[in-house]
């Protein structure tokens, strides 16, 4: 199945325009080229870094959203396919943080955005926060978004299916199993480490919930899921 998607439009937002004058303005000055390097070797290079320690970039987040109102749905895709057009790393992290505090104000129509950001630049450090913070609550705000994740983890794009089985990450006791323990066998022969410990996550955290019917399942399909897949399934079991 593939991947290829148009990007979406970047909407005319005078917020966004605000915040991403304040953001490229106040984020350089805090540039640290020592911890940058540091930061772009840790992630192979995916994205350079301008070098900020967390702590400080939400500080000066903080700064930069001060006094701005709550976005709408079209101020949220501005701000972050923005970011997402900056190079360096923060610039993303600084839109995914925005979009966890205001993915309640995004309807099901933000998802082709939320599939844009996955599938840009992918690594770990992005795909998974979008999976489990941006996609999930658009999934569970809107249950019809599942047909979309049905077909997401089949994708041949790793990250698409990676976010697919890590939508459902924060659902606890709302976790839909059937898709849960569907998707982790739809894609237990997967080559990719990033799909088989995705698996192994996926059901280790939906232990904390119910732990026996994750045991009954890893038990029942251990030929079929990889060691990986096993070993992270049942680490806290």
């Known amino acids: 199945m593939t991947s290829a998607t148009p990007m979406p439009d970047v909407p005319v937002s005078a917020l966004a325009d605000t915040v991403m004058a304040r ?4 984020y350089p000055t805090a540039a640290d080229p020592l911890r940058a390097e540091h930061s772009t070797a840790y992630l192979k290079g995916v994205a350079p870094f301008l070098g900020i320690a967390a702590p400080q970039r939400r500080a000066l987040s903080r700064t930069v959203l001060e006094n701005t109102p709550r976005p709408g749905e079209a101020d949220c895709a501005a701000i972050a ?26 309807s099901s129509d933000f998802l082709p955005v939320a599939r844009h950001l996955v599938i840009t630049r992918p690594w770990w450090d992005t795909v998974d926060l979008l999976a ?3 996609v999930g609550a658009l999934v569970a705000a809107d249950p ?17 299916a990676r976010t697919a089985l890590l939508h459902q990450l924060r659902f606890q006791e709302a976790t839909d199993t059937g898709r849960l323990f569907g998707y982790c066998l739809r894609r237990a022969d ?12 996926c059901l280790r955290e939906y232990a904390k ?3 026996d019917a994750v045991r009954t399942f890893v038990e029942g399909a251990r030929d079929r899921l990889s060691p990986l897949s096993v070993r992270e399934a049942l680490k806290n079991l």
């Open 144 to 160: 019809a978004l599942t047909a979309d994740m049905d077909r997401w983890i089949d994708d041949e794009n790793l990250w698409i």
């Open 190 to 201: 997967h080559p990719d480490f990033f799909i088989r410990k995705a698996i192994g996550w």
């Open 23 to 26: 953001l490229t303005t106040m």
């Open 81 to 106: 396919l923005r970011c997402w057009e900056l190079p360096e790393r923060e610039y993303a992290y600084f839109a995914i943080d925005y979009l966890r505090r205001y993915s309640g104000r995004c």
């Open 132 to 134: 489990a913070r941006v």
């Open 209 to 211: 919930t119910d732990p």
